[in-house]
Nanobody, 118 residues
Framework: QVQLVESGGGLVQPGGSLRLSCATSGFAFNTWWMYWARQTPGKDIEWVSRISPRGAQKGYTDSVKGRFTISRDNDDNTLFLQMDMLQPEDTGVYFC???????????RGPGTPVTVSS
């Protein structure tokens, strides 16, 4: 059974940092592209970042380039997202996603909420 469990969200002031983690099990983690996606208030879910199976290729949506860093530990089946210089518009629920079909709830965890506010 595929399981993805995010952690690390919380309340942070603008300019602050958070590190999200996603513990996974039930599938061959090291063979999958992994994504972080987020749902911000009033908007559709969007992809934030992605990483290739071995971590050599990474991608970011324009709004987070230079501020967020995705990484993975294939020995521990864990995905990470380091978020720096957080802004209020980064507020939302962040999801760890197995593969590119982030709109399908079956492919993602329950999410971890991030609130950026002073």
């Amino acid at each position: 059974q595929v399981q993805l469990v995010e952690s690390g969200g919380g309340l942070v002031q603008p300019g602050g940092s958070l590190r999200l983690s996603c513990a996974t099990s039930g599938f061959a983690f090291n063979t999958w592209w992994m994504y972080w996606a987020r749902q911000t208030p009033g908007k559709d879910i969007e992809w934030v970042s992605r990483i290739s199976p071995r971590g050599a290729q990474k991608g970011y949506t324009d709004s987070v380039k230079g501020r967020f860093t995705i990484s993975r530990d294939n020995d521990d089946n864990t995905l990470f997202l380091q978020m720096d210089m957080l802004q209020p518009e980064d507020t939302g629920v962040y999801f760890c996603v197995k593969g590119a079909e982030y709109h399908n709830p079956r492919n993602r965890g329950p999410g971890t909420p991030v609130t950026v506010s002073s």
